[in-house]
């Protein structure tokens, strides 16, 4: 405690010196008698003058990243070579640096085949555009990084990049393509193991006699889920599913012809991942009680769709669900039918099937008496067709259908 007494004192007393001394440095003409007084006087003054620079000589050593950061690439390069950093940790931070960088500019500026996730198949000028552009920042990259690190600069890069896998989980768009790689690489680990567990079940149970186990495949599929709500957060979730999961691969295939803008597609996803979810995690004991479940949500489903599509697009939606529309509306666009023509036309073919499934299954027919009730409904619908189309639509309709049933 006295040691600090001092010390107190001591630094007061060297202050208050400091302070007359320069006082007297400031007067202009000291008198003869005085300078071998503040000559004295000034000798404490040492003390502080060393502390003060000792202060000054930390604060200058201390190291921020911001002092070698810059927009400028080629800057950035000399700042890291000026403090010292080895030319391998030069290649690593500057090409992570750029392919973030070009990685936004690809997300922002070109739409790629992932990017046109609501559509089963993509725009073809929209994907030729965009080929052409990616190709042009591709090659304004290299160009960048050859320049900025020399022409082995690649080599550097393959290393490391994480392994492409040519199946499994595509990170596109600008949420997922700016996760992280211990990120992307746990995922390819939990679809993996999702794939392997599946397939071993399958195998299992074909050996059995038996078919896969729904419950069994909610159950996989449900812990994958958990792996990804872990790993993810709730925008990139959404945006992973509906790029790479097996729902979404259905909606695109069914909604084929529904023309859904994405917010459609989007919102339709919602809803049906919503059921799905709630179908792995449902509280069954028995594959009776998984189906009754099952076509539980799926009447809500149908419910919330309506009432967020409204009534028009719904009946739309549920129209194109019927793999006959679809079918017919196919056929359709191959052989020019106008759009305006392909519900009629489908009218008469799912009037006709029901006309043919009653007569088959009318118990008070005789086998003579169906086969000329098949006979009249068959040339009646054929009629109905002509009538639609013309002569030669319905010729080249009728040659296309023949090709598609087989011989």
């Avoid at 030319?87 to 070009?102: L, P």
């Amino acid at each position: 405690m006295r040691s600090r007494s001092w010390l107190g004192l001591s630094l007061a007393l060297n202050v208050l010196l400091l302070g007359l001394w320069w006082r007297e440095t400031r007067r202009p003409a000291p008198p003869p008698a005085l300078p071998s007084a503040v000559a004295r006087e000034s000798r404490p003054v040492v003390v502080p003058a060393r502390v003060v620079t000792t202060n000054i000589f930390i604060q200058t050593n201390t190291f921020h990243w911001r002092q070698v950061e810059s927009e400028d690439y080629f800057q950035y390069v000399a700042n890291l070579r000026a403090i010292g950093c080895p030319e391998t940790t030069i290649r690593d931070i500057i090409v992570a640096d750029v392919n973030q960088h070009y990685a936004r500019k690809r997300a922002a500026l070109v739409t790629t085949e992932q990017d046109q996730w609501w559509r089963l198949e993509p725009d073809l000028e929209v994907m030729s555009r965009a080929a052409s552009a990616l190709e042009l920042l591709e090659r304004e990259r290299r160009q960048l990084l050859r320049a900025l690190l020399g022409p082995d600069w690649e080599a550097q890069e393959r290393a490391s990049l994480p392994e492409r896998k040519a199946a499994g989980p595509k990170f596109s768009g600008p949420v997922l393509s700016q996760l992280p790689a211990a990120t992307i690489s746990a995922i390819y680990d939990a679809w993996d193991t999702l794939q392997r567990r599946l397939a071993e079940h399958v195998r299992q149970q074909a050996e059995l006699g038996r078919p896969p186990d729904p419950m069994v495949s909610a159950h996989l599929q449900r812990e994958y889920r958990e792996r990804l709500e872990h790993l993810l957060t709730a925008e990139q979730l959404e945006e992973f599913l509906l790029r790479n999961s097996p729902l979404a691969d259905r909606a695109r295939a069914v909604l084929q012809g529904f023309d859904a803008s994405p917010d459609e597609f989007r919102t339709i996803f919602r809803i049906l991942d919503r059921a799905e979810r709630q179908l792995m995690w449902a509280t069954v004991t028995s594959p009776e009680a998984y189906e009754a479940q099952r076509r539980q949500l799926e009447k809500q489903t149908e419910a919330e769709l309506q009432r967020q599509l409204g009534r028009e697009r719904f009946q739309e939606y549920r129209l194109n669900q019927d793999p006959v529309f679809r079918q017919t509306r196919l056929l359709a666009e191959e052989l020019g039918v106008p759009p305006e023509a392909t519900l009629p036309l489908y009218e008469i073919q799912k009037a006709a099937a029901e006309e043919e499934a009653a007569i088959r299954n009318n118990p008070d027919l005789t086998p003579d008496a169906r086969t000329a009730a098949l006979q009249t409904m068959r040339e009646q619908r054929e009629a109905a067709l002509r009538t639609l189309l013309g002569d030669q639509l319905y010729e080249d309709y009728t040659r296309s259908r023949e090709t598609r049933r087989g011989p």
